[in-house]
């Protein structure tokens, strides 16, 4: 279907200036990454891999993680353009590209400072364990029977989890108009509970979010949407394997405040690339099952403007706009 073609790609964003001060390659000190949402999510798990790898490489020193939920990120993207510590950072992702769109926010990525994109991630459909459904096509079935009483639950309205149920629903012939969406501004663990509970039939979040809960038999995972399985859950099958041609990943990253002077900028990418390239971080994304998806410098500038235009594409034609 057309909205299935209109697919987004992966990515991650960072800045911050005066990290210079203390001379290239020193570590930059007291950085802060803001979490836009509550605590539990995938950016929250994002912010805590990158301080946890930075603090261990002293690549940064007193690094803190903090969180400002509200408004599917927006309220953190506002407080950052107004921001003054040039220490601050922001992590961010394809998430966010929609709900600048989707809001249509006064603030956009083109009011932070791209710096790189670190990571993509595969995501998953699941059920509650006690579900009836033991397979995806049993799922799509029902889904189809009774869509709006079959509730998913995921993200933030508008978000990489509603978007994929949105081209999943328009590839299987359901007008993704009418797809149940329960979102939650703190992704996993709020999604989680509604999916225990009962308030939501099926859920979708990055694999590494629910593995877990898919290991201890909490949750029943019917497919991953990447182009591969997830090492994390090895014997779920990519939803094209089972017929639905879509390969959907999210991508997540970090931006900092407005205006970085370029010796700030470039002592940042400097920091993520050491970043990226360490063996702490790579030990992370085989832990996580996280893709490597680093890119930098003007590349990612560019990036970005395709990806909100891919976006404002997708969004509009399974009817989230």
């Known amino acids: 279907m057309a909205a299935s073609a209109a697919l987004l790609a992966a990515g991650l964003i960072a800045g911050c200036g005066g990290a210079g001060a203390?001379?290239?390659g020193a570590p930059v000190e007291q950085l802060?990454?803001?979490v836009p949402a509550k605590a539990g999510g995938g950016w929250h798990q994002t912010a805590e891999a990158v301080r946890n790898v930075l603090q261990r490489d002293n690549l940064a020193t007193g690094t803190e993680v903090f969180n400002?939920?509200?408004?599917?990120?927006?309220?953190?993207?506002?407080?950052?353009?107004?921001?003054r510590n040039d220490k601050v950072l922001m992590v961010m992702g394809k998430v966010m590209v929609a709900s600048v769109i989707n809001s249509k926010s006064a603030k956009t990525l083109k009011h932070t400072t791209p710096l790189a994109r670190l990571t993509s991630e595969s995501m998953a459909l699941v059920v509650p364990a006690k579900s009836p459904y033991t397979n995806l096509q049993e799922f799509l079935t029902g889904w189809k029977q009774d869509s709006k009483g079959t509730v998913v639950t995921g993200g933030?309205?508008?978000d990489v989890d509603h978007i994929l149920a949105g081209l999943v629903a328009d590839e299987v012939g359901i007008d993704p108009k009418m797809v149940n969406f329960l979102p939650n501004q703190g992704g996993g663990g709020e999604s989680v509970a509604k999916l225990l509970s009962g308030e939501a039939k099926a859920g979708i979040p990055g694999v590494s979010e629910y593995a877990e809960q898919v290991?201890?038999?909490?949750l029943r995972a019917l497919a991953v949407s990447g182009e591969r399985r997830s090492k994390l859950l090895p014997d779920v099958?990519?939803?094209k394997e089972q017929g639905v041609p879509i390969a959907y990943v999210n991508w997540r990253g970090i931006v900092g405040t407005?205006?970085?002077?370029?010796g700030s900028r470039q002592d940042l990418v400097a920091m993520l690339t050491r970043l990226k390239d360490s063996s702490g971080w790579q030990q992370m994304?085989?832990?996580k099952d996280w893709e490597d998806a680093f890119l930098a410098g003007p590349e990612f500038d560019t990036y970005i403007e395709a990806e909100s235009a891919a976006a404002k594409k997708v969004l509009t034609e399974i009817g989230l706009v």
């Open 285 to 287: 994304l085989r832990d």
């Open 215 to 218: 290991k201890a038999g909490n």
């Open 68 to 83: 400002v939920a509200g408004a599917n990120g927006i309220t953190g993207l506002n407080q950052l353009t107004g921001e």
């Open 22 to 24: 203390a001379g290239p």
């Open 156 to 158: 933030v309205v508008a």
């Open 237 to 239: 099958k990519t939803l």
């Open 258 to 262: 407005p205006d970085l002077a370029d």
């Open 32 to 34: 802060r990454l803001m």
